[in-house]
């Protein structure tokens, strides 16, 4: 029992008698059910509750708290904790250091809560896109990160007269084309937005999709 008091320096409590040393519980969470997590162990990252401690925001990266269903995702770290929003109801200028997990800036004070600021692009010209919302999704400029091609639908970078199309979901962002030097099998699961198997391995070392031939024409 001597270790329901011990935590350590980043307030996480070392609360489970292990191989006779007071160590963290291990308690399994996930991204969309939290609900395992309680106490000083109130918040699941990744697939492990863990205390609700940050110094900057990129630790709250896939961060989240409650059950199924309503399920709450802490992305900004706000007084050293992994916080949904941050209210900048008393002061606007509060939000001018607020980021999220991904890096974009919520610099923007609107309906009390610091958001990202809405910036125009458009798919001729990203020019307007820097910083933390580097690439143009249809009209609004967005942090550079996907978990499906789906989601790299009508994102570009670059100005006007030198547009990137960026349709392929590569290694949680979205890329222009996918270089297989190295491996050919890694076309084998590449997609673009349209939904295209880029399988084959071109001349040029780019995924791409396989080219035709007929039985008249090879």
Do not use: F, M, W, Y
Not at 127 to 136: E, K, L, R, W
């Amino acid at each position: 029992t001597i270790c329901n008091s011990v935590t350590n320096a980043a307030g996480v409590a070392l609360s489970s008698c292990t191989a006779n040393k007071c160590v963290a519980p291990t308690v399994s969470c996930s991204q969309t059910d939290a609900s395992a997590c309680i106490s000083n162990t109130p918040v699941c990252k990744d697939t492990t509750c863990i205390a609700n401690s940050c110094t900057a925001s990129s630790e709250c990266a896939n961060v989240v708290s409650g059950a199924s269903g309503s399920i709450v995702t802490r992305d900004i770290c706000h007084s050293n904790e992994c916080v949904a929003e941050v209210d900048c109801t008393s002061d606007a200028t509060i939000c001018n250091s607020v980021t999220n997990s991904a890096g974009v800036a919520l610099s923007s004070c609107t309906a009390n809560k610091c958001v990202a600021p809405v910036v125009s692009c458009s798919q001729t010209d990203a020019s307007a896109c820097t910083s933390g919302t580097p690439v143009c999704k249809d009209t609004t400029c967005v942090a550079n990160s996907c978990a499906n091609s789906g989601e790299c639908a009508n994102v570009v970078s670059g100005g006007s007269g030198s547009i990137v199309t960026l349709d392929i979901c590569n290694g949680g962002t979205c890329v222009t084309e996918v270089d297989c030097t190295s491996d050919a099998t890694l076309c084998s699961s590449v997609t673009n937005a349209a939904g295209d198997a880029l399988t084959s391995c071109s001349s040029s070392n780019k995924c791409v999709v396989p080219p035709t031939c007929s039985q008249t024409d090879a």
